[in-house]
């Protein structure tokens, strides 16, 4: 017997799915708290959500950019996340609990996304468990505990996915086949919209109708226009910046250390003892193709009028091809590998390497054996995943203690037109009110001086040396390493902070 006979059908993993929901849901509101990691993506979002809800200038965030790190973020980032979180901005104001429901929603919505596009693909047992196993993974629960663009932009990837699904034939009034067509190209932007990786949506659903010779056919064209005018539109009206500071360090030693990077990466989320890691990567990429493989051959075979190798590309799944231009795109680009990176295609990995394991169970006539086992084996790992799992910002994060009396402060005795200089520029504009910025991380003392005066920064907030935003600092921007300037004073001090006026700062030529 099948492990599909072991249900009714379809209906029975519905069900299981919508309880999971409810149950992941109630968890995820229940479990809010009022603080906030001090990662600062997060205060960018919220301060584009407040411009928004004011009416003010969508760009306009306090953070004065640093072109010599742009590595810490753009000046602006698309509206999508900032679109979602406005309304709630203006109801409730910088209320995090508040804000981390449009996180929970998205992530609710976006593991029932994954159920849906992968139910008809892999089939309604390895789409659950895909959804169960990416939505209990300690670094996608951690989504409920920030203000986050990740889980919009899942939810609305994988909505276009499934979107793309509904083609009315040719034979249907063109209207609706068009329609069909713009409603996948709204949601393939709304995902651009929120992380502009996004844009690989769209050469997938490109590489997937060109795969499948249908080129010639509206719908992709439909696709592709209205996304385009929607970015078009975006860039008309709000004018934004890019990583375009970044993107000009490419090189090839750089793509082959994001393919050993982006390894490690998939290691680290599913990780194993020692080096017996970096065998997990490849563990999965095996099942994955297999799950591939035979989703792959059951569409050449209703696509049988074709033959040789057209038939086998046209009948690679379109979740394949973005997973493949996704990574593609996270390899050659100049960013360091990080493992949150591949969370978005995440759930797709992870319903074919099930759908693999369950294809090899039923050939091997495992099923009755290996059934029970593997779904013991399965809670005991993610039971050991958890108890791993670190401890998030101790120190209370962004919304401390002594954060509050530091903010506090810095409202009463900065003037307004005055700029700060921060390990976390982003959430300290955000939560002062002041313009803020970050020293570059490859310079010298003078010339960091120097740009303190170009910038027009007056005052320098640094940390205590046990404070995890320790090591952001240089010797010389250290707890007392500001004392070797001349003419900077100790304004406010706490066990966390302390508050500097710079004073005047000769500027001088830098390199």
């Not at 401390?400 to 005055?418: F, G, N, P």
Request: hydrophobic residues 50%; aromatic residues 12%.
């Amino acid at each position: 017997m099948s492990f599909s006979a072991r249900f009714k059908g379809t209906e029975s993993f519905a069900v299981l799915m919508l309880l999971f929901l409810v149950g992941y849901g109630a968890a995820a509101v229940a479990t809010r708290t009022s603080q906030h990691v001090w990662g600062d993506d997060w205060a960018q979002y919220v301060n584009h959500a407040r411009n928004i809800a004011s009416d003010r200038d969508y760009n306009d965030t306090g953070y004065m950019f640093n072109r010599q790190r742009p590595n810490i973020g753009p000046p602006s980032y698309p509206p999508g996340t900032a679109l979602l979180l406005a309304p709630v901005e203006h109801w409730a104001g910088l209320d995090i609990k508040a804000l981390k429901l449009v996180s929970i929603g998205c992530l609710v919505l976006a593991l029932a996304a994954v159920f849906l596009v992968h139910a008809g693909s892999v089939g309604p047992m390895a789409a659950l468990a895909a959804s169960l196993l990416f939505g209990l993974h300690p670094q996608v629960w951690e989504y409920i505990g920030s203000v986050l663009s990740e889980p919009p932009f899942i939810l609305f990837s994988l909505a276009a996915l499934i979107a793309a699904r509904w083609r009315p034939g040719l034979a249907a009034k063109m209207g609706w086949h068009l329609a069909s067509g713009v409603v996948v190209g709204l949601l393939a932007y709304a995902a651009f919209a929120c992380r502009s990786i996004g844009i690989t949506l769209l050469a997938a659903l490109f590489l997937y109708e060109f795969a499948g010779g249908r080129l010639r056919r509206p719908w992709i064209w439909a696709v592709l226009i209205s996304a385009a005018a929607c970015m078009l539109l975006q860039s008309a009206m709000l004018g934004l910046a890019d990583y375009s500071e970044e993107l000009s360090q490419r090189s090839l030693m750089r793509v082959l250390v994001n393919v050993g990077g982006y390894w490690e990466s998939m290691a680290f989320l599913l990780p194993l003892s020692g080096r017996l890691s970096l065998v997990t990567p490849a563990m999965v990429i095996l099942l994955a193709g297999v799950g591939t493989y035979v989703v792959a051959c059951r569409n050449r075979e209703l696509q049988s009028h074709l033959a040789g190798w057209r038939s086998w590309v046209e009948a690679v799944p379109l979740e394949i091809w973005y997973l493949l231009c996704y990574v593609g795109a996270l390899i050659v680009l100049p960013f360091a590998p990080n493992s949150r990176y591949l969370l978005p295609v995440f759930p797709i990995i992870l319903a074919f390497a099930v759908y693999g394991g369950i294809v090899l169970a039923n050939a091997l006539r495992w099923q009755r054996v290996v059934t029970a086992p593997a779904v013991i084996l399965s809670v005991a790992y993610y039971i050991v995943l958890w108890r791993h799992e670190p401890a998030i910002d101790p120190q209370g994060g962004a919304f401390c203690e002594d954060c509050q009396e530091l903010y506090s402060t810095i409202k009463s005795r900065v003037a307004a037109d005055k700029a700060v200089a921060f390990a976390k520029p982003r959430a300290l504009a955000l939560l002062t009110d002041r313009h803020s910025w970050i020293w570059s991380d490859k310079r010298s003392a003078a010339e960091t001086w120097s740009e303190f005066a170009a910038t027009g920064v007056s005052y320098l907030v640094t940390v205590n040396p046990s404070h995890e935003l320790a090591p952001i600092y240089p010797s010389f921007l250290s707890w007392d390493g500001w004392r070797s300037r001349a003419g900077a004073t100790l304004v406010f001090e706490n066990a966390s902070f302390r508050l500097i006026e710079i004073g005047q700062v000769d500027a001088v030529s830098n390199p």
